[in-house]
Nanobody
């Protein structure tokens, strides 16, 4: 299993930006499908973005297209989520997730085997 540790959450005003990071360790896979999910209180955990560290185009939920960018630094073994033009509805706990198969779009939470502990993002109006 892959160890994942998120960081970078915080509180911002609407229109602001944040960058989340997810450090990976404890595995020998050459590449992974990695994704960002979020869960607001009382709501289901939803996929935000995903990408395969071996290459290919990333996938995004419609609600974040044009505002969020997922990327991966292979040397640092770190996944990022750059979030711009944040909205109050982006407020949630954000989780990094991974599995060692090809990415099927953002995918369902049930496709991912490994999860981080989450980092809170709060956007005020």
């Amino acid at each position: 299993q892959v160890q994942l540790v998120e960081s970078g959450g915080g509180s911002v005003q609407a229109g602001g930006s944040l960058r989340l990071s997810c450090a990976t360790s404890g595995h020998t896979y050459a590449s992974l499908c990695m994704g960002w999910f979020r869960q607001a209180p009382g709501k289901e955990r939803e996929g935000v973005a995903s990408m395969h560290t071996g290459g290919g185009s990333p996938s995004y939920a419609d609600s974040v297209k044009g505002r969020f960018t997922i990327s991966h630094d292979n040397a640092e073994k770190t996944l990022y989520l750059q979030m711009k033009n944040l909205k109050p509805e982006d407020t949630a706990m954000y989780y990094c997730a991974a599995h060692n198969r090809y990415c099927n779009g953002v995918g369902s939470r049930y496709e991912y085997d490994s999860w981080g502990q989450g980092t809170q993002v709060t956007v005020s109006s």
